[in-house]
């Protein structure tokens, strides 16, 4: 089993920068896993933001290329979302989701994503 706990999320003018943090807890997987940090806003389906390997090997969303950034600390059981030039479109809901790495890796889709953390509100203002 895997838990996940975002945090980081909260109000923004457009431009803005936020940081988002998953904590990312279970042996389980151990280095195995990789995450991904997902967006669903209010009646829409959740998309795909970015998601990086155990090796640190990242692939983003080209809605978010040259924003926003991900990274994961696998000493502390961290992965991070760097969220630069906030815009409002960026309001949503960002989740961050775990998966076993395999050679599947780079499918991006949310269903291959099997645990999941509660959430966290990023609004962006205009």
């Known amino acids: 089993q895997v838990t996940l706990a975002e945090s980081g999320g909260g109000l923004v003018q457009a431009g803005g920068s936020l940081r988002l943090s998953c904590a990312v807890s279970?042996?389980?997987?151990?280095?195995?896993?990789?995450v991904g940090w997902f967006r669903q806003a209010p009646g829409k389906e959740r998309e795909f933001v970015a998601v990086i390997t155990p090796g640190g090997v990242y692939i983003d969303s080209p809605v978010v290329k040259g924003r926003f950034t991900i990274s994961r600390d696998n000493a502390k059981n961290m992965v991070y979302l760097q969220m630069n030039s906030l815009k409002p479109e960026d309001t949503a809901v960002y989740h961050c989701?775990?998966?076993?790495?395999?050679?599947?890796?780079?499918?991006?889709?949310?269903?291959?994503?099997?645990?999941w953390g509660q959430g966290t509100q990023v609004t962006v203002s205009s």
């Open positions: 279970g042996r389980t997987f151990g280095s195995y896993i990789m």
């Open positions: 989701g775990a998966r076993t790495y395999d050679s599947t890796w780079y499918d991006t889709a949310p269903s291959k994503y099997v645990y």
